[in-house]
């Protein structure tokens, strides 16, 4: 702003003279998708949405724990030693997360697509990387999971992150071969195969690595997971024939009752919820957004009937608000109906007194699932609907006309119609309208009421409702908790019986430790994350052992690697992982999918670019719509060499001075035209030496005379 001089006095102005600087952007911030136990943060979910996290610690407080191991075989001896264990895992994000911290691996987003209840899909996982897209600070794109679709799928997957990758120029995808889990894919077929479905776009903005890794990362497995999976000298054995202790055999036999039911528990539960929502809740995700699609009806139907009170019938009113009471009621229906379908004596256990809501389960007495459904039977007819709101639904204290029409879907609630084994009969049919009362609006067949009968009427719906709502979140939480329950009771058993049975905790520990495979991506970030730490993003990712790793699914020698490395038909370079003897597990490649372009060859140069573009770009922005004059261009050409001249002296850039590392070019003349300038462009070019590493270092010997 010109100084403006009219008072005589003494002034100051301040001159800027030094042009702007460039903040480097940072380089290895990648972002996992997968699936999750769950995805929640203050109570908010966090599905599809990209969430950062700095520890493991961090995933587990909003991403959950592992899943459970997938306990294969166990091989045991005369003297019951194990021989051998094969484990694997259907998800395997969770050890991913932890191979990436391992290696030193830090700032990073999660995107959850899915839970441990879900089915692996394509389709998740590409909704899961277009939230990624969204997202600005992502640098490096790893899907772990993706390894368990079908090939097909996966490289159309590959080829959406590359496609991301190359459109917004500022991240780069780290691939995985497609390798089922315990290496029983010939590596020599897989990458034969990646290659021939990776497509040809945007290659220069990924890397693949292989083999797969075997990791020694310590696992949960508990005696549900060893169960049919033990064998002895080669033939099945039960975990009771290892022992002739009665008390252990009445232990495993009571913690066995005790997992038959929690596993029936959560598939019933489970099973009837996923009928619910496709009878009840249209195309609503969950059952909450199906409620409160219920609650929002009744809203906008109270809204418009107290627009014009006079004129507005109450009667959508009236169907809205009874909607939310039989929303409930089929809601648990559906939970115990599934519970019913393989136990007869259902509807009379049911039927008896439910007890006390809140005493522990006695499994000893008959099942979890009596318990489970005489408590969530109470908490509907008995502690739920019936007391909360039949007590303080009306706004004028008139009780009993409630109580009528709560008592009257109690009846419906107790008839065989209830609790029968699983007829799924059961529908809002059988629940009783709402009748003429004082309380509620007029029938189709009776007198006529004035408006500030109905007025009154709404106002006690309104208050209704609220407690309903109060009651619905109480169901929600009651089969939360008895699960919950359910699954601290087997584990109390668990814990139990391992103290008591000293072959058994050897053997949970043995397996344990035992080796499994993963996907080397979630490694390989880590060790990007290192590199770029310690040496800076123009290093190449390559000559740096893995931590947590104790071997490969296959062992890829010298002369084989140069096949793997060096693509002669399309440049997919492939980039081995191989153990070296007093060095441990090397990565022992650093070439991107484009490996035969001389300007995109390494992953070094390629993040290298990537970083120093977004950088750039950032810090330009704040010049966008100055005037395009030799002022601007200055400060533009300045800001921009001394961030190279700072990458030259880190060593980023090759050259013995700055003139030969790096040049930037403007103005008119030289990079702009005055036709240019009038369409509004500033155009800057910028040319960098980036150092490339030595990948084949030859030493050459030869014979020399003797002089003296």
Request: charge should be negative.
């Amino acid at each position: 702003m010109a100084l403006v001089v009219k008072t005589p006095g003494v002034y100051t102005e301040e001159i800027s003279l030094f042009p702007p600087s460039v903040a480097q952007v940072e380089t290895a911030v990648p972002a996992f998708i997968g699936y999750t136990q769950s995805a929640e943060k203050r109570g908010e979910s966090l599905r599809d949405k990209p969430e950062l996290i700095r520890s493991l610690a961090d995933f587990q407080e909003l991403f959950g724990a592992a899943p459970d191991v997938n306990v294969n075989r166990v091989e045991m001896d005369a003297n019951n030693s194990i021989t051998s264990a094969s484990l694997s895992s259907t998800f395997l994000l969770y050890d991913s997360m932890r191979l990436f911290f391992a290696n030193g691996g830090s700032k990073c987003y999660i995107v959850s697509v899915g839970d441990y209840n879900d089915t692996i899909n394509k389709d998740r996982l590409s909704a899961g990387l277009a939230a990624v897209a969204r997202e600005d600070e992502p640098t490096l794109l790893v899907m772990p999971d993706a390894v368990q679709l079908k090939d097909d799928k996966f490289y159309t997957l590959q080829q959406q992150a590359l496609k991301q990758s190359g459109d917004l120029k500022d991240r780069f995808a780290i691939l995985d071969l497609l390798q089922e889990n315990g290496g029983s894919m010939d590596l020599r077929d897989s990458i034969a195969d990646f290659r021939n479905k990776v497509g040809m776009q945007n290659l220069k903005y990924g890397a693949a690595y292989g083999p797969w890794l075997k990791t020694n990362l310590s696992k949960t497995v508990k005696v549900r997971q060893l169960t049919g999976h033990l064998f002895k000298l080669g033939n099945p054995v039960s975990l009771g024939n290892l022992t002739e202790d009665e008390d252990t055999q009445q232990a495993i036999s009571r913690l066995s009752r005790a997992s038959a039911d929690t596993d029936r528990l959560f598939d019933d539960a489970t099973a009837g919820l996923k009928k619910f929502l496709a009878d009840n809740t249209a195309d609503a995700e969950s059952v909450d957004a199906g409620y409160q699609a219920k609650y929002n009806d009744f809203r906008n139907a109270l809204a418009t009937f107290n627009a014009d009170t006079a004129a507005n019938p109450i009667g959508p009113v009236q169907d809205a608000y009874q909607a939310l009471f039989d929303y409930i009621y089929i809601l648990v229906n559906a939970i115990l109906d599934e519970v019913a379908k393989a136990d007869t004596d259902f509807s009379q256990r049911v039927a008896a007194d439910p007890g006390d809501p809140d005493a522990p389960f006695d499994p000893d007495g008959t099942t979890f699932l009596t318990d489970y459904a005489q408590r969530l039977n109470n908490y509907t007819r008995g502690a739920g609907i019936f007391i909360a709101t039949g007590e303080d639904a009306d706004a004028d204290g008139n009780v009993d006309e409630h109580e009528d029409y709560f008592a009257a879907h109690s009846a419906g609630m107790t008839a065989a119609a209830w609790t029968q084994g699983g007829d799924n009969a059961f529908t809002t049919g059988d629940l009783p309208a709402f009748e003429l009362t004082s309380i509620y609006p007029e029938g189709a067949a009776g007198p006529a009421v004035d408006e500030e009968a109905n007025k009154k009427r709404a106002k006690n719906m309104e208050s209704g409702a609220r407690l309903v709502s109060k009651v619905f979140k109480s169901v929600d939480e009651a089969v939360a908790g008895i699960k919950a329950e359910a699954r601290a009771l087997e584990n109390s058993y668990h814990e139990t019986l391992v103290d008591g049975f000293p072959l058994l905790r050897n053997l949970i520990s043995r397996v344990s430790n035992a080796v499994t495979e993963l996907p080397p991506s979630a490694a390989i970030a880590g060790a990007y994350a290192t590199v770029d730490a310690n040496r800076g993003v123009h290093k190449a990712p390559a000559n740096v052992s893995l931590s947590s790793v104790k071997g490969v699914s296959e062992v890829v020698t010298h002369a084989e690697q140069a096949d793997y490395n060096v693509d002669t038909v399309a440049g997919k370079s492939v980039n081995i992982i191989r153990p070296f003897i007093g060095k441990g597990i090397l990565v022992w490649g650093a070439r991107t999918l484009d490996g035969n372009s001389n300007e995109w060859r390494y992953v070094n140069v390629r993040r290298f670019f990537n970083m120093v573009e977004e950088s750039v770009k950032k810090a330009s922005s704040r010049f966008v719509f100055e005037p395009n004059d030799k002022n601007t261009w200055v400060k533009v050409r300045g800001m921009i060499e001394n961030f190279l001249l700072i990458q030259w002296r880190n060593g980023a850039l090759a050259g013995a001075v700055p003139d030969d590392a790096f040049f930037v070019n403007v103005g008119l003349g030289q990079t702009m035209t005055a036709q240019d300038i009038n369409e509004g462009k500033l155009i800057v070019e910028i040319g960098m030496a980036a150092v490339r590493p030595a990948e084949f270092i030859i030493l050459r010997f030869s014979h020399k005379m003797q002089v003296s």
